[in-house]
Each structure stands twice: as C-alpha cells, then as structure tokens.
C-alpha cells in the first residue's frame, strides 16, 4: 500500500500515525515544506520517502510531488494530512489522481463550509442553533428578530478554532462588526450557553466508529487569547449515551468514512427554546481530523489504548484490531502562562502530582496566547479530581 502524508511534521505528534503505518507494512510518502534534516528522527524513521516543497500552498508543487510518487512506487491508494487546513488542497489531489479512499473535491463543501453543515444536521435530526449567513445588516436584523435578539456569534463561514469571531452582545457591538468584519463571507448563529464537548472518532469504510471518545473544552478559546487566561480541557473517561447516538448519527449525516473526526456539540447548562433542556446535547460543527494539540494522546492515557495504531488499523484492515481494555479514566490538561503569577511553584506541582503527570514541558512560542508556555497532564479517576488538579495548577498568588 503507497500512503502519501501530507505535510506529516506537523502537528510533530503526527509522526505517530507514520510510524504505526509503517509497523503495518505501508510505504509511507512524505511531501512538506520543511527540509528533511530538520524532520525528527522518528519521523525520518517512519518515511519510505520525503519530497520537499519549497510552498506548500502551491497546488502545481504539491501535484508534482504525488505524480513523482505515483511514477516512481505505484499507484497510489491513500492521500491525507489530518489537517483542517489541508481539507481541500488533499480533497482536489485525491480527486486528480483517482484516489478513492477519502473525500473528494465535489464533497468537500459541507465539510467545510458552517452553513452547509445545518441542512445535514437537520436531515440527520440532530438539534443545532438556528443560523443565517451573513449579506446586509437589514437581513441580519430580521435574523435578530427572528431568535429573539442578543447575544449572538458572527464568525467566518469557512474558518478554523475563534479565528475572527464576534459574541455581539448589543446595537453599539452590531454596528461595530459591520463597521469592521474582515471582507470574507460570515455566519451568524444564536448564542447556545452550554459546555463545549467534543465527540471525538475514527470510523470505517461504512461510516462506523470502531473508536469513541468525548473531550470537555474551555467555553472559548477567544476567551482565553483575549481575556488572557489560563487552559485547562479534559478527555473523559466515558462517552455519554446521547452523546455517541448524536455523533454516530453525524457520522452518517455527514458520510465520514475512513477518517479521524472532531465533532464539536454544546451540552446546555441552560435551556434554550427549541434546542433542548440542561444537560441536552447541541450540534455546534464537525471538524475532519483529529482534535488539535495533544488531545490524541489524551485519549491514549484515558483509555490506556493506541488511537494511532487503531486509525492505521483502520487504514489497512478497515477494522479495529487493538482489543478494547476495562481501564477507562479522565485525563487532564492545565497550562500556565509565564506572566501571571501563580500560588504553586513548578517543583510543588510536581511533588503533588508525581506519577500521575504524564506529560509535562514547554509549549512552542507559537502557541502561547492559545495553549500557555508551561503544561501539566496528569491522569485522575474522578471528575472532581479533574477540577481539583485545575484549581492547583492555576491558582493564582
């Protein structure tokens, strides 16, 4: 099997799925922009090949590269990045090489676009917030009037995490956003109070998960870049019922076949009329790859599995072969950011925590504002423990 990986040195965890693709006899491609003597050893490791590209948002490079691997090993039978931003780039190489185990150009659209995603959620009967694509502020108003008024949520229809995203709270807020929204096409959506939980999977050919997970996340993550707070989210150690019927249901809805996906639902903590009651589940979007940062591994420690090898698994056998284990637990995640100061020292941490941090370093400059400088993940077997190893690592002096 020729498995071409797009742009497989980042995130760097991602040499993982190479090196499980490889212990599973496939000839791994690599096609990135960076050199190959700044890749990882282990990365290096897991690649038949590597072929740089000096720009990977050059399409006649990136097609260049997949026809020198196609000329040279084959045909070529799997293309893919797990990244959200690489969708279509990988979607319009499958489609050009006859590439049929992943989504393809013509497909691509309700993957992608957030309003093209209400029409599936509401054929598959699974509650979402009522939306309206943003045109003229007069529409906009009737939207107003249509949901009851404020507050709301503006954001790119075609976007990734809170990247330009609007809660407009009153008319000075309103007339503020159309007085200075980037010049890209917007949605509007009433605004759901509720916890952010993920439904996290790895599916078959037939849109069936042979993985679950559920992952509980910050209420915003502009919150935390803009009010410059502390990180802190949790993989659980169970999938709640209503929860995996959504998310299978989404599954099929939205045709996932073969792939690691990270779909994004509210749990109300407060009632909304036509969407549900406290504790109800809400559809917010669907996110084709794996959720971001360290949450794969996450899910490992929680589960005392290998999400890695399961997705190469699925690649090669189209099933699970790692068989299931009774050791279900949370893991949790808390960062610091260097210019707060905080009651607990780096070393008390460490002396309280000992052997139930599981990993424990510096986060990449780049990633400061979202993920913090200095991170702690550490194991706990109860919920409350999840929320006590939060409170000590971000309590402040």
Not at 110 to 120: E, L, T
Not at 160 to 183: H, R, S
Not at 319 to 336: F, G, K, Q
Request: with cysteine.
């Amino acid at each position: 099997m020729n498995f071409v990986f797009i742009s497989p040195n980042f995130p760097h965890t991602y040499w993982q799925f190479c090196d499980r693709l490889k212990r599973n006899g496939v000839n791994v491609l690599g096609i990135g922009d960076t050199p190959y003597d700044a890749l990882e050893a282990p990365l290096k490791a897991s690649l038949t090949e590597y072929y740089r590209v000096s720009s990977m948002e050059d399409y006649d490079q990136m097609y260049r590269a997949v026809a020198f691997f196609a000329f040279k090993y084959g045909k070529i039978d799997w293309l893919e990045s797990n990244n959200e931003y690489w969708l279509e780039q990988d979607a319009r190489l499958r489609t050009d090489f006859h590439i049929t185990t992943g989504i393809q150009e013509d497909e691509i659209g309700a993957w992608k676009h957030k309003s093209s995603m209400k029409p599936v959620y509401a054929a598959a009967g699974i509650p979402t917030a009522r939306c309206h694509k943003v045109t003229d502020k007069e529409a906009a108003e009737t939207f107003l009037k249509r949901i009851g008024g404020f507050p709301v949520i503006a954001k790119p229809d075609v976007g990734v995490g809170a990247a330009n995203t609007y809660k407009i709270e009153n008319e000075a807020q309103f007339e503020a956003f159309f007085a200075e929204k980037p010049d890209v096409p917007y949605v509007m959506e009433e605004f759901v109070t509720g916890d952010i939980c993920s439904y996290d999977a790895i599916t078959d050919s037939h849109c069936e998960p042979v993985f679950e997970s559920m992952t509980v996340w910050p209420p915003s993550i502009a919150d935390i870049v803009n009010l410059d707070l502390d990180l802190s989210y949790y993989t659980c150690a169970e999938v709640p019922e209503a929860l995996k019927d959504l998310g299978r249901r989404a599954l099929k809805g939205f045709n996932v076949r073969s792939r690691f996906v990270h779909l994004e639902f509210f749990r109300l903590t407060k009632a909304r009329k036509g969407l549900g009651e406290i504790g109800d589940f809400v559809a917010l979007e669907v996110n084709m790859r794996p959720a971001g940062g360290y949450t794969p591994d996450m899910m490992n420690f929680a589960h005392a599995t290998d999400v890695y090898q399961i997705w190469a698994d699925m690649v090669t056998k189209d099933e699970r072969i790692l068989a299931d284990r009774e050791e279900d637990h949370w893991c949790v995640y808390a960062s610091r950011k260097d210019w707060h100061t905080f009651k607990h020292t780096h070393e008390e941490i460490l002396a309280r925590y000992g052997e139930r941090i599981v990993m424990c370093e510096r986060m990449p400059e780049l990633m400061w504002a979202t993920m913090g400088c200095q991170m702690y993940t550490a194991h706990a077997y109860s919920e409350e423990e999840v929320q006590e190893f939060i409170a000590f690592v971000h309590e402040r002096a």
